[in-house]
């Protein structure tokens, strides 16, 4: 994996930043402490991996900020590949804590996305594409501070488990654990098996005896079999003539079922016939007063006739009746609107007549308005002239006021400002004389923090170690339940037992025989036993476990006090951090607060002389326009007095226009006047009064016809019932011919019905004599059916107990190939835990891990060797010995020593010089690192060395950078962190980080 470019918004101390790693391939990275040389690398762990020195991803996003965002593009085997990897902080909302993740591949029309459908699916796909994980991509990427020397400078037993650490041996010492939990398991399994094959044979015991009963209950269910044919051929004899007799009784209880509903049907005639008999009575009532009817329905017929012939004229008579009234209302309208129209003709007259006085007196005044006018048009010329120099003056005098008034608010706020920055400044400078302390006590914290990163490493192991052993006292509790459980059942199974009341086998379902229930209560006996032991045995395994449990709880609870000021010691650090922060803008803020006093002072004095000029401008301009306010009064004046000429002069216009019109207006008013008076309007109301006189002498003529009309209604009304009377004789008369042929009808179908009973009676008669005769048969048949039912009550016990038998032989056969799974599973299981042993020797430090380590270690010294004859021109050579022979005794012991030879001969890591040995610990610090990557399957392009070398002299400097040049060839990308000025002048490729106020700065600079 090459770093190509990485992004980063809000990440630790950087608010934003971006480096291009391909403007180098060997570059120094440095900078002051804290300042965030380190952070690079925790962005490429959490771009990459979501993993990085901080134990929560939220401690990562920058102080204040609410979200993080890291950006990675790098090349992988010729294809080039970006993350993008963000995280929210915890708090209120739906986003809050929300993390995203994404996998893209850069194809011709751009990258494009490959990410997996969850955050742990693209996590999963990133992992695959590097060939490593978070702890790999570290241990072989990334020589940190303080771990270079970890393995060269522990015991030879601790650098055995260092290395283990590196090449991740610890899986198989998880496998290892694993191995030995199953293998436990499968133990617990075989006491079970065992138990339960040795029940299976002793009920495989009883298979002949049980054949042997099966056998004469088969030829008992013979012998039955045949009694059984005999019977049943004489059954069915019997059944043939029961089955005659049955037909006869059927025949007769039809017969009876018959003559029933006969009875039925002629009693339903009856009360028809008894029916129709008071139907008919009814309608014969009715046809009593068909006279009466009928005549009173013809004096009906002649009222409607009289008032059809009277209709015509009462019509009429409404009619002349309307129009008289018609011709009355427009008479009465006409002589109103004749009064209306005189009234207004003189009204109108009259306004016309005073119009024409006024008009009259206006155009006698015609010289006085004209010349009143033409003095008024001048003089509001002159007002303008005037107005316009007003307009100005008071312009001038306004600008002249806010002159003043402006220079005295200047002054007042410059002193204002002044008396504030004055103020401002001098609480910061108090503020920045507390920094020194808060400095000392932020650096006292730290080192408290840093032991306390300690006590937390143990902590984790005391916690670790104390869930091991929660889960086995937790596996042991269970085994035990489980045990006392299964010894519960079998006592109240062994009770029942010996009160009788189990007679039947809980495994096989047949009755126990006392020799059965004592061999069962012995088996109950010795596996209760069993169980006991068990019991007993695990009893002192508990009893460990909570002694060592409690010694782990006591060790907790001494490092949790020891951790308990932590959390008010992060934040007392924090907001340290947080106040040194503000006071080191606050130096800031004071030295921009003298330079924003003396600015502030020099523009004052620049703005009182613009005023003064100013000032000086304006009254010149107002002495030379030499404007008087009392001239344009005294105008205005006389312009008020003038005013009344213009609506004077507008009127006479007028009246010069409207004097034609007004005199035509007079004339016409005169002559409609003259009209009004004429007897056209009164010709024509004598004319609607003939009119009416002729309606009402015709209306006499009809007078009568309302009053005879009224009287023919009052008649009609009378005789209207017979209307309804004469519809509903007729229909009794159509009704009493039905009647009557429904009445001979029922007469008729009540003799048939008679005669019909008769003869089913007959029959009936006939069908009991024949039944009484075969009643010997019904008795014999009941004695055969008894014997047929004992018969088949014996052989149905036989069946039940062949059934039972039969049951019992598969419960066996069942059992039988039971035994012989069980007898599988155990081989099984005895060879599972043979496999396991197997595992766990492999698994352990003396199997696999050790041989991992022995094959590792001749390519480790092979890669050192050549690196370290890099850096030293050949004089120092490194040999990895793993047996040494011990003094006592004539035999060799395990060990993992590091011999290194030089020019004085070969000696042990620890008599070498502080420069030497860091050379020795880069050798093989890195040739672990290639080791750890071609074991993956992937190749170290990167490599990452932070600190390490303020123990070297100037040559050991030169040698290092001489190293690193040397294996150039091997990587893409070497990043060098250093604090030592003279070691970054030898890089030609320096990136820079500068820790500012808006965060963290990088720059490459090229040299």
């Known amino acids: 994996m090459i770093p190509l470019q990485l992004k980063l918004e809000n990440f630790m101390t950087y608010t934003a930043a971006e480096l291009d790693f391909t403007s180098f391939r060997i570059a120094c990275l440095s900078g002051s402490n804290g300042a965030g040389k380190s952070t690079i690398l925790d962005a490429l762990t959490w771009a990459l991996f979501d993993q990085s020195r901080a134990s929560d991803s939220e401690d990562l996003i920058r102080l204040g900020a609410s979200e993080m965002r890291a950006e990675l593009t790098f090349s992988l085997e010729g294809q080039i590949y970006r993350v993008i990897r963000s995280r929210r902080r915890k708090g209120k909302g739906k986003a809050s804590g929300k993390a995203a993740l994404e996998l893209q591949l850069q194809a011709e029309e751009g990258f494009r996305s490959i990410s997996g459908k969850k955050i ?137 079922q018959q003559l029933l509903e006969l009875s039925k049907r002629l009693e339903q005639l009856s009360l028809r016939l008894a029916e129709l008999a008071l139907q008919i009575e009814k309608v014969q009532r009715w046809l009593e007063h068909a006279d009466q009817i009928e005549a009173g329905y013809l004096q009906l017929q002649a009222c409607e006739s009289a008032l059809r012939a009277l209709e015509a004229d009462f019509s009429r008579y409404g009619s002349l009746e309307q129009r008289a009234l018609q011709l009355q209302a427009e008479r009465d309208r006409q002589s109103h609107a004749l009064a209306l129209a005189h009234q207004q003709a003189k009204h109108h007259l009259d306004s016309l007549n005073l119009a024409w006085q006024r008009l009259q007196a206006t155009l006698s005044e015609q010289t006085q308005i004209e010349s009143a ?93 104390g869930l091991e052993l929660r889960h086995e006292q937790e596996t042991l509790t269970q085994q035990v339940s489980r045990l006392k459980s299964v010894q519960v059942g079998l006592q109240e199974r062994r009770e029942r037992l010996q009160a009788h009341l189990d007679s039947v086998c809980p495994m096989c379902e047949r009755l126990l025989t006392p020799a059965d229930l004592e061999l069962l209560l012995s088996k109950d006996a010795q596996e209760s036993a069993h169980i006991d032991a068990e019991q007993l045995a695990i009893a002192p395994q508990l009893e460990q476990l909570a002694d060592e449990i409690l010694l782990m709880r006591k060790s907790y609870q001494e490092i949790a006090r020891e951790l308990k000021p932590r959390d008010a010691l992060q934040s007392q650090r924090g907001s340290l951090e947080h106040h040194i922060a503000q006071l080191d803008q606050a130096a800031q803020r004071s030295l921009a607060l003298k330079l924003e006093l003396e600015m502030l002072d020099t523009a004052h004095q620049q703005a009182v002389l613009d005023l003064d000029q100013r000032q000086q401008n304006l009254e010149s301009e107002i002495v030379a326009l030499a404007f008087a306010p009392e001239s344009l009064n005294q105008l205005q004046a006389r312009i008020r007095e003038l005013q009344w000429c213009e609506q004077s002069l507008r009127e006479l216009q007028q009246a010069r226009l409207a004097e034609p019109e007004l005199q035509a207006q007079l004339n016409l008013a005169q002559t409609e006047a003259k009209q009004l008076e004429s007897s056209a309007h009164t010709e024509a109301l004598t004319s609607l009064s003939t009119q009416i006189q002729q309606l009402e002498d015709q209306l006499k003529q009809l007078e009568h016809v309302p009053a005879e009309r009224r009287r023919l209604q009052t008649q009609q009304e009378a005789c209207q019932v017979f209307a309804e009377r004469f519809a509903r004789l007729a229909e009794a008369r159509i009704r009493m011919e039905t009647l009557t042929a429904q009445q001979q009808q029922l007469n008729q179908e009540a003799s048939d019905l008679t005669f019909e009973r008769e003869q089913l009676q007959s029959q009936q008669a006939e069908h009991i004599a024949s039944l009484e005769a075969g009643a010997g048969v019904r008795s014999h048949m009941q004695e055969l059916l008894a014997r047929i039912e004992q018969l088949n009550q014996t052989d149905k016990g036989l069946h039940a107990e062949v059934f039972s038998l039969r049951k019992e032989l598969e419960t066996l056969d069942q059992r039988a190939q039971e035994l012989t799974l069980l ?20 698994f352990g430090k003396n199997g696999l891990q050790a041989v991992l380590i022995e094959n590792a270690l001749p390519e480790i010294e092979q890669i050192a060797n050549d690196m370290l004859a890099s850096m030293t021109e050949g004089r120092m050579h490194i040999k990895l010995q793993t047996l040494r022979s011990l003094k006592s005794r004539d035999k060799l012991a395990e060990t993992l020593d590091i011999l290194i030879s030089d020019e004085l001969g070969t000696r042990s890591y620890e008599t070498f010089s502080a420069g030497e040995a860091f050379r020795v610990n880069f050798a093989l610090r890195l040739a672990i690192s290639k080791l750890l990557t071609r074991r993956a399957g992937a190749r170290l392009q990167t490599l990452v060395i932070d600190e390490g070398f303020g123990s070297q002299d100037a040559e050991g400097k030169t040698r290092l950078i001489e190293a690193i040049n040397a294996v150039e060839k091997d990587f893409a990308r070497i990043l060098v962190i250093t604090h030592v000025d003279d070691l970054k002048a030898l890089f030609s490729c320096r990136i820079e980080v500068v820790k500012t106020n808006g965060g963290s700065k990088l720059s490459v600079l090229h040299v």
């Open 120 to 256: 742990s699916e693209t996590q999963q796909r990133i992992d695959q594409t590097l060939r490593m994980n978070y702890s790999l991509f570290v241990n072989s990427s990334f020589i940190l501070q303080g771990r270079a020397d970890a393995f060269t400078t522990a015991t030879p037993a601790e650098r055995k488990r260092v290395l283990a650490d590196i090449l991740q041996l610890d899986a198989y010492e998880r496998m290892r654990q694993e191995a030995i939990e199953i293998r436990r398991e499968l133990r617990i399994r075989e006491a079970p098996l065992r138990a339960q094959i040795q029940r299976h044979e002793e009920e495989l015991s009883a298979r002949n005896h049980l054949e042997e009963h099966l056998k004469s209950c088969l030829d008992h269910q013979a012998r039955i079999q045949v009694e059984s044919d005999e019977l049943e051929l004489q059954r069915a004899q019997l059944e043939r003539e029961a089955e005659t007799l049955r037909g006869l009784d059927y025949e007769l209880q039809h017969l009876s």
């Open 823 to 842: 007898q599988t599973e155990l081989g099984q299981l005895l060879y599972e835990v043979q496999l396991y042993d197997v595992l766990e020797e492999s």
């Open 373 to 465: 006018h033409a003095e008024w048009s001048q003089a509001l010329m002159l007002e303008q002239e005037l107005y316009s120099q007003q307009s100005r003056w008071q312009a001038l005098n306004l600008a002249l006021s806010k002159l003043g008034h402006e220079r005295e608010s200047g002054h007042q706020a410059w002193h204002l400002q002044m008396r504030n920055l004055k103020q401002q400044l001098a609480q910061l400078e108090a503020e920045l004389a507390t920094r020194p302390a808060l400095r000392a006590e932020l650096d006292m914290i730290i080192a408290q923090l840093e032991q306390m990163v300690q006590s937390q490493t143990r902590l984790d192991v005391v916690q670790a170690r």
